[in-house]
């Protein structure tokens, strides 16, 4: 998933998806915490692997996952193109407003704009670029 994109919550926590990201998310997909703060949405399919990686996993290294799943959240588009995200969800990203959707691969991000224009400014420079070309060995 790529791209940036800038909407608002609306006052019942309904956030619009971007249609091109619609597309890859599909019509019901599943969002939860991020290492960072800002939310994750992930695919039926993306998660369905997870769901796979985990199962393979001991139970006390299954166990290091609940907070993934304790919070996550299947969320369903309606016929405008928005999802309601649940409070507990929102309050973990800092979420009141302003969001920026930003595509991230196999996942998309939801981060407050405020927080997602620091993090953005930190990470868009010359020697980070140069850095994951370097990772990618590209």
């Not at 909407?7 to 599943?30: C, M, N, Q, S």
């Not at 299954?62 to 928005?82: T, V």
Request: aromatic share 10%; charged share 25%.
């Amino acid at each position: 998933m790529t791209g940036i994109y800038n909407h608002t919550l609306d006052a019942k926590g309904r956030l619009f998806i971007p249609a091109r990201l619609r597309d890859e998310l599909g019509d019901v997909f599943y969002v939860t915490l991020s290492m960072e703060k800002c939310l994750s949405a992930y695919s039926s399919e993306s998660w369905a692997t997870f769901m796979e990686k985990i199962k393979a996993m001991p139970r006390a290294k299954q166990i290091k996952m609940r907070p993934l799943f304790s919070h996550a959240a299947k969320c369903e588009l309606d016929a405008q193109g928005r999802i309601l995200l649940p409070q507990a969800l929102r309050n973990f990203a800092g979420l009141v407003k302003n969001v920026t959707v930003v595509g991230a691969g196999e996942c998309a991000e939801f981060w407050d704009s405020d927080t997602w224009t620091s993090v953005d400014t930190l990470e868009t420079t010359p020697e980070n670029i140069a850095e994951v070309f370097t990772e990618l060995d590209f």
